[in-house]
């Protein structure tokens, strides 16, 4: 069974960055399509950005895409989440997660069966 833990939030700035890595233990790591989930304050957890198992392939909340990047190393077993030009309304509890289901369901929180304790990003305006 994988375990993932999450590393790299904090505060920031409006218009700055952040990189946020998502270590797993486990030697299954490649076999899952990951993703990385969010929640705000008061709100529910939403999807922001997803990753085959391969790599070859990512997806992206509306929200984020072109200023978020989704990467990993399966040898280093760690998936990364680029965050660039941060907005006071990215601040949340960010959380990696595993899913062996299809890439269909890459935007399905309850297809995720594997989750991280999460990372408070906080960006300033």
């Known amino acids: 069974q994988v375990q993932l833990v999450e590393s790299g939030g904090g505060l920031v700035q409006a218009g700055g960055s952040l990189r946020l890595s998502c270590a797993a233990s486990?030697?299954?790591?490649?076999?899952?399509?990951m993703g990385w989930f969010r929640q705000a304050p008061g709100k529910e957890r939403e999807f922001v950005a997803a990753?085959?198992?391969?790599?070859?392939?990512?997806d992206y909340a509306d929200s984020v895409k072109g200023r978020f990047t989704v990467s990993r190393d399966n040898v280093k077993n760690t998936m990364y989440l680029q965050m660039e030009a941060l907005k006071p309304e990215d601040t949340a509890v960010y959380f990696c997660?595993?899913?062996?289901?299809?890439?269909?369901?890459?935007?399905?929180?309850?297809?995720?069966?594997?989750w991280g304790q999460g990372t408070q990003v906080t960006v300033s305006s």
């Open positions: 997660a595993a899913t062996g289901s299809s890439w269909f369901e890459k935007r399905t929180e309850s297809r995720y069966n594997i």
């Open positions: 990753i085959t198992w391969s790599g070859g392939t990512t």
């Open positions: 486990g030697r299954t790591f490649g076999a899952y399509n």
